[in-house]
């Protein structure tokens, strides 16, 4: 883990954090297979990633348990663009969308992408239910508590409203 630089050594480099979530084959491994492909996409630096957090599925009942995890980057990518190479990344790692809630060997979903607001088709950021999740808010607050969630407030304070979700670092 990486510490934060200085924006003056990137200028023009925005600060994004992928959530990652896996519940198929080896889901802890595919978290940090994710992290290794995360650090290659072009024009990016890995900074930081979280410890693997293991969670029941949300809205989906009879899956195996989910192991999620949240890494902060540093990009120069625009947001479609670093999105694209997110579903590059789950593509090659066997990711098949069927339909929603499904099992997945590996989900990366842009949470957030400097303090931007995007609403555009298949693009918005900050996730729209981020806020709501402590298996996504806890890995986010150990890297980086006073990440802003615009509109929301900072990582650390939402994650006080959501302790009563069950979530066990591994």
Not at 138 to 143: G, R, T, V
Request: proline share 8%; hydrophobic share 45%.
């Amino acid at each position: 883990m990486a510490s934060t630089p200085d924006a003056a050594d990137n200028p023009g480099a925005i600060q994004a954090f992928i959530g990652i979530g896996a519940n198929l084959g080896d889901p802890q491994e595919q978290v940090r297979i994710a992290f290794r492909a995360l650090a290659t996409l072009p024009d990016t630096r890995l900074l930081a990633t979280s410890a693997i957090y293991r969670t029941s599925p949300v809205g989906a009942a009879g899956q195996p348990d989910y192991f999620n995890a949240v890494a902060r980057l540093e990009t120069r990518l625009a947001p479609a663009v670093l999105l694209a190479g997110l579903l590059e990344i789950e593509g090659c790692y066997g990711r098949v969308r069927t339909t929603r809630n499904a099992p997945r060997t590996l989900d990366l979903d842009l949470l957030l992408y400097g303090a931007l607001r995007i609403d555009q088709p298949g693009l918005n950021v900050p996730h729209p239910r981020m806020h709501l999740r402590r298996f996504v808010l806890e890995p986010l607050a150990e890297i980086a508590p006073a990440a802003e969630v615009p509109g929301r407030g900072s990582a650390s304070q939402l994650l006080a409203a959501v302790m009563e979700q069950a979530v066990t670092r591994t």
